[in-house]
């Protein structure tokens, strides 16, 4: 069945970019009828939408991240990814990826999440 | 943005309880509206999309109700895997965005 897998490094520095890629298996991330996302969520707090992308490149995100926010996709990998820019220690959280459909944002396949820290 | 507001926070219940947790949205969404399990260390778990529709492989003493503002998610008999963190999340507007949680004790 679909799975997805988070991956990057654990530890950033403030004012640097925090990048991970998420890797679909068991799929084709060129799937018309979904879109895949990032969610986050700080350590012992709720859960907060970052973006979401198409296949075909096309994205949206939260527009309290959008100007540090960056999502891609390589479709050669089955692959899409996230790079977000001046990270701060309010940026530490565990990251997820997921996908959701076209037509409503359920997030219904989730990774297993990745640890960010940001930190010196 | 819509803001979601669950309530209560946290709940204490045995097992074979009947157990409701309230979701209630800053404006109308009709029924864009998911309930997620989440317990420690893992990622949340999709168990009701579209306000009542319960997700492939989730068991029947899950149930949602609700449209507009007021939503609700009902177990029937609670059992002892329930006990976890849930969360509710609009699919209305974007951004889309999530309650605060409502974590599930045992008594």
């Known amino acids: 069945q679909l799975q997805l897998q988070e991956s990057g490094p654990g530890l950033v520095k403030p004012s640097e970019t925090l990048s991970l890629t998420c890797t679909v298996s068991?799929?084709?991330?060129?799937?018309?009828?979904?879109?895949w996302g990032w969610i986050r969520q700080p350590p012992g707090k709720g859960l907060e939408w970052i973006g979401s992308?198409?296949?075909?490149?096309?994205?949206y995100y939260n527009p309290s991240l959008k100007s540090r926010v960056t999502i891609s996709v390589d479709t050669s990998k089955n692959q899409f990814s996230l790079k977000l820019s001046s990270v701060t220690a309010a940026d530490t959280a565990v990251y997820y990826c997921?996908?959701?459909?076209?037509?409503?944002?359920?997030?219904?396949?989730w990774g297993q999440g990745t640890m960010v820290t940001v930190s010196s | 943005d819509i803001q979601m507001t669950q309530s209560p926070s946290s709940l204490s219940a045995s097992v074979g309880d009947r157990v409701t947790i309230t979701c209630r949205a800053s404006?109308?969404?009709?029924?864009?509206l998911n309930w997620y399990q989440q317990k420690p260390g893992k990622a949340p778990k999709l168990l009701i999309y579209?306000?009542?529709s319960l997700q492939s492989g989730v068991p029947s003493r899950f149930s949602g109700s609700g449209s507009g503002t007021d939503f609700t998610l009902t177990i029937s008999s609670l059992q002892p895997e329930d006990f976890a963190t849930y969360y509710c999340?609009?699919?209305?507007?974007?951004?889309?965005?999530f309650g605060q949680g409502t974590k599930l004790e045992i008594k």
């Open positions: 997921a996908r959701h459909g076209t037509t409503a944002q359920a997030f219904d396949i």
């Open positions: 068991g799929g084709s991330i060129s799937s018309s009828s979904y879109y």
């Open positions: 992308i198409y296949y075909s490149g096309s994205t």
């Open positions: 404006q109308s969404i009709s029924s864009y």
């Open positions: 579209a306000a009542s």
């Open positions: 999340q609009q699919s209305y507007s974007t951004p889309p965005s």
